[in-house]
């Protein structure tokens, strides 16, 4: 499984509903892909930003969505609610 974490910038003054619904209809496009397993919105316990945790069944699969016009479409409508820039990291599952 290939498994990819991304550390949200703070979403802008305002937007926070705005940003909360464009993850779930992402979700609905995103979750028709082949490989596609989950996309899960995570919320920091004590301040903080978003984050998300994503898996696929492997790299290719996702590489696939990430190379998508849909995923294209995505950024371009969530990029004006961040005061930065998200910041993935990619994992292989070694062990479960």
């Given at each position: 499984?290939?498994?990819?974490?991304?550390?949200?910038?703070?979403?802008?003054?305002?937007?926070?509903?705005?940003?909360?619904?464009?993850?779930?209809?992402?979700?609905?496009?995103?979750?028709?892909?082949?490989?596609?397993?989950?996309?899960?919105?995570?919320?920091?316990?004590?301040?903080?930003?978003?984050?998300?945790?994503?898996?696929?069944?492997?790299?290719?699969?996702?590489?696939?969505?990430?190379s998508s016009a849909d995923h294209e479409?995505?950024?371009?409508?969530?990029?004006?609610?961040?005061?930065?820039?998200?910041?993935?990291?990619?994992?292989?599952?070694?062990?479960?």
């Amino acid at each position: 499984m290939f498994v990819v974490v991304i550390a949200f910038p703070p979403i802008k003054a305002g937007k926070d509903a705005e940003f909360r619904q464009w993850f779930d209809a992402s979700n609905q496009v995103f979750s028709k892909y082949k490989g596609f397993i989950s996309r899960k919105l995570l919320k920091p316990v004590e301040g903080g930003n978003y984050a998300a945790v994503v898996e696929f069944s492997d790299q290719a699969t996702f590489q696939a969505l990430h190379s998508s016009a849909d995923h294209e479409q995505a950024g371009a409508r969530v990029k004006p609610l961040f005061d930065g820039k998200p910041k993935p990291t990619f994992y292989e599952v070694i062990s479960e």
